[in-house]
Nanobody, 117 residues
Framework: QLQLVESGGGSVQAGGSLRLSCAASGRLFSSYPMGWFRQAPGKEREFVAALNWSGGNTIYADSVKRRFTISRDNAKNTVYLQMNSLKPEDTAVYLC??????????WGQGTQVTVSS
């Protein structure tokens, strides 16, 4: 079992930055690929970014490339999402997730990010 708790959300103006954290408790955190997703009101949950167990391989949604950076610190059981040049359309609840062999099986409860114009 893995428990995930996000933090770092808040309200910022367009062009600002936020750094989200996802703290994991449980065994084998360092073995899981981790990802960030987001869900805006009335919209489907969408993929934002992910990285492999070591952090050496990353992937991003086109909408956040060159603005967001995903990273992890396995010694601290934490994954991060650095968000720069934020836009109003980035407003959403951001959730972190861990990928087992089959699917994104473990999810946090999310942290709200609001970007005003």
């Amino acid at each position: 079992q893995l428990q995930l708790v996000e933090s770092g959300g808040g309200s910022v103006q367009a062009g600002g930055s936020l750094r989200l954290s996802c703290a994991a408790s449980g065994r084998l955190f360092s073995s899981y690929p981790m990802g960030w997703f987001r869900q805006a009101p009335g919209k489907e949950r969408e993929f934002v970014a992910a990285l492999n167990w070591s952090g050496g391989n990353t992937i991003y949604a086109d909408s956040v490339k060159r603005r967001f950076t995903i990273s992890r610190d396995n010694a601290k059981n934490t994954v991060y999402l650095q968000m720069n040049s934020l836009k109003p359309e980035d407003t959403a609840v951001y959730l972190c997730a861990a990928h087992t062999d089959l699917a994104w099986d473990y999810w946090g409860q999310g942290t709200q990010v609001t970007v005003s114009s």
